[in-house]
């Protein structure tokens, strides 16, 4: 074990920090991983950003009915009225990306808390599909914009030593959204109450903006804007038990060597090309292994199954996907600090491709049953459909869920941080609009048995591309993990 000093985030010291801070590696070593009421602050933030990504995600398969009773949509407007929650999240990625650079990770948030507030009071208000349209989109950018601004700003003051928890904090809020979305989807069943269920994230819409109003700013950012004595200040509040001055150094040493700011083309930079692959990579390997077609058309899969009462169907998505993906995130929390990014990715990719390659093969019975079988309820084959799919969960709530979201977050420098992740993100989104539009299409051309093993196979190829493509970043504070780069480009 390196003699450790403790920075802000907890991390070994480097040479020059160690000269510079002197009596500081006299402290016991997790005097500085210490979580704060201020981190807690942060934490909550965090959760409130994620929990509403998640519940709006999940609520609008049960609105549906609803607003189709009301507004008689055209098919075309159903999926306006579906999809253009993630439109508008792509879209407010790049513009939280954009105002996390310019007015900082707080004020991004702030933002994001009042769209959600308005989307929400706008959908529940509306009179006609058209403003029902416009809340969709209002409430989407501030999902894409707390997506990118909640992470990043976890990511910047956690300590190392517990930043992927952190991060696996705010999936851990994703899934609880999606579990509650479901939970709601099933006890309010009249179509008046879908303005109820959209409506319902005005109030966490608010929480988020009061308490994101009373949480600290980033010191990063704020080294960034030249405000070295408002970043001191942070720290002191955030951290009072490390010495603030040698890690605002390492952190203007870095910013001097990158440049303190840049332009989107500096993301682009052959120099950054690593880190840019490694989120994009992680963004797309994230949504094309199949998990929101599973979030989303789980009803589908297990009707095709055999489980043939709505009763049943919503029992099965909530529990077995809901309250599964819940739990397993936990697992996420407990290990990603210890056994590492990696370990879990692969793990988790490993468990997913064998779940989906039975789920395929599950699908070939069902399909040589046909539908009268299905109709007579679960056979072998459905229950096994139902196990495989709990596996498939499990193994994406302790890996690429969580693991995605904290490495996109920490490998870029932080001159171009918030646009890179910004752009990671908008590319998880798209890729997320894509899959959840495209995999009904696709069960219609090659089958449902192909599908999962389509989405089986990329888990294989996702799996060999981290193995050689993604390095360990466990414990580095973000200023280490920037200079990995440098030795291998
Ligand atoms: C993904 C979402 C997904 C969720 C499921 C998140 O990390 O970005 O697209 O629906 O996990 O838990």
Redesign the pocket.
Known sequence: MPTRDQHIDGSPASGAHVRTSGSRSAKPPSSGDAVTPWLVLVLVVTLFAGGLF?YD?GVISGALRGIKATFSLSPLLVEVVTSWVTLGALLGALAGGELAERIGRKRAVLIAGAMFTLGAVVQYLATDAAILVAGRLIIGAGVGGAAVAAPLYAAELAPAAVRGRFVSGY?LA??VG?FLAYLVDGSLSSNRDWRIMLGASAIPGLLLFVVALAAPESPRWLMMMRRRTDAAAVMRKVQPAIDAGPHLDTIEAALRKDGKRASWGEVFHREWRRPLMIAIGLAVF??VTG??AI?YYANQIFAAAGFVTEAARMTVTTWAIGGV?VLA?LIAIAFIDRLGRRRLLLAGLLGMGISLVTVGTAFRFIAQAGPAAAAAGPSSAGIVTVLALIAFIIC??FS???V??TVINEVFPAHIRSRGVAFATAV?WGS?FLVSQGFLSLVGWIGSSSTFWLFGLLCGIGWVWIYYRVPETKGQTLEQIQEMWKEKP
């Open positions: 998640g995600q999936q994703i899934t999606i994230q949504q998990i929101n979030i993906n995130t994406f709530a690429l869920g969580p995605t979201w998880n997320a």
